[in-house]
């Protein structure tokens, strides 16, 4: 079944009738995923079926979905699939009946893992990885590109690690928490220099994990420092300009930062099970968010980050 490796595909989203609504650039490393997941399936459909073209296989992406679930594939995994060989073969995802995915069932970095008993996956493997991404929280790819002059200070003052091109492409400015400056200061030189090298970065540390303990940290440094009202306000404004200067989806609403976030449904009893805070503090959240994740929202912020453990 012929494959085009080289076509350059782009993230759509469709109406019912399968007209093209939204279409963006990906990153390349989503793309090979995407690609990898198409080319399965068609594997899948000549072995099951005896597909030998393209379109013999899209008849069967109902049938595909219905045998990873059989297989005892989560929810995610399941769309993570899915999504590969929808946007290949040009189908609207709402049109394959699927598990329906529950963040609160995301295992992701949370519990004890097989993983977790190889060397390569302890601290021991790789101290100054380890010991960076504690305090900053950022993804294996995004430090695998750090060089030296990547300390920068952002739009507020603050120092940050700048990510010149994190998840889909993004340019990150990751705030440092105020006690871990000098610390991560002792990293850069303003070389060219890659911050790590390639040895210290082939290993099984989850660095996941840790961006989800960092996030955890500075929800709670914003939590208790926006008891005082005028950081509290100094922080609005902070947030509200790293908004404008970087968050072009939709503009800045002060409401964002005002109140509780309270967690339901599923969240809400996974929250409850672990002793966790059923209702979190909308400023301190999108602080965490912004600064921290670059995802701009509360409710990913809480759910995969701060329930995370």
Partial sequence: MAFDHTKQYRHEQHDKDG???VAANISTRSERMYRDHAVKFG??????????????????????????????????????????????WQIPMDYIDKPRRVTADSIRSRGVKGVDARSDAKREASPRL??????????????????????????????????????????????????????????????QDFVFSKKEMTNKIDLHHLRALQAQRAYAYYNEQIRDEAFRAQLIKEIRARWEKYNNKKPWNPKAAQGCYHLRGSNRVLAQRMGLPTCYSRLAVLATSVFFLSHWRCDVTVANYLLAK
């Fill in 130 to 191: 380890y010991d960076f991404a504690a305090v900053v929280g950022g993804r294996r790819a995004e430090f695998q590109a750090l060089r030296k002059n990547d300390l920068v200070q952002d739009e507020s003052g603050h120092w940050c690690v700048r990510i010149k091109r994190g998840k889909g492409g993004k340019y990150q400015e990751q705030r440092i928490l105020p006690a871990d400056v000098d610390f991560i200061k002792s990293f850069f030189n303003g070389s």
């Fill in 43 to 88: 594997a899948w459909c000549k072995a099951t079926y005896g597909c030998r073209t393209p379109v013999d296989c899209a008849n069967h992406i109902q049938e595909y979905a219905d045998w990873l679930a059989a297989q005892g594939k989560s929810a995610s995994t399941i769309h993570t699939y899915i999504a590969g060989v929808c946007r290949y």
């Fill in 19 to 21: 007209r093209v609504l």
